[in-house]
């Protein structure tokens, strides 16, 4: 389940590779966007392996640049996303269109929960509400700054 929403997960991932379709991407993209969080969720070098296997060097290398985190415990939220954001910059094309698409998801699904539920929704967050908007505003001023290039 999602995060106190009480929605299926699995509407994320539907949602990101919807995403990533209507932005262009190929079945590759799509197939790694559905995958995007398996690594980080299930921490292990099997899992990496696995997808490498059944879909290939495309996808697997996809979900593994979009990959915050995969050891246990995850080190410390801010110098995950600070990572992120330094690994997003120097990323492929259709690496970013996943993490992107996965973000915005992300976003639109705080909206939605935040019109629901008001300002206990930030309890959630490891960043809490501060870090939370600070890590969105950044990702879109990280894709501006790319744009200008």
């Given at each position: 389940m999602r995060k106190a929403s009480g929605v299926p997960y699995i509407s994320h991932l539907l949602s990101v590779a919807a995403l990533v379709l209507e932005d262009g991407g190929n079945k590759d993209e799509a197939i790694a966007a559905l995958l995007?969080?398996?690594i980080e969720n299930q921490g292990s070098d099997k899992i990496r392996q696995e997808i490498y296997q059944k879909f290939g060097e495309s996808v697997a290398?996809?979900?593994e640049a979009g990959t915050e985190s995969d050891t246990i415990p995850k080190p410390p939220w801010k110098?995950?996303?600070l990572a992120a954001f330094a690994r997003l910059?120097?990323?492929s094309p259709q690496v970013r269109r996943v993490v992107l698409a996965d973000k915005l998801h992300n976003a639109r699904s705080i909206l939605v929960d935040w019109h629901r539920h008001g300002e206990e929704i930030w309890n959630r967050f490891q960043g809490g509400k501060e870090g939370t908007l600070w890590f969105y505003?950044?990702?879109i001023e990280s894709e501006r700054s790319l744009q200008r290039i």
């Open positions: 995007h969080d398996a290398s996809i979900v110098e995950r996303k910059r120097d990323a505003r950044a990702i």
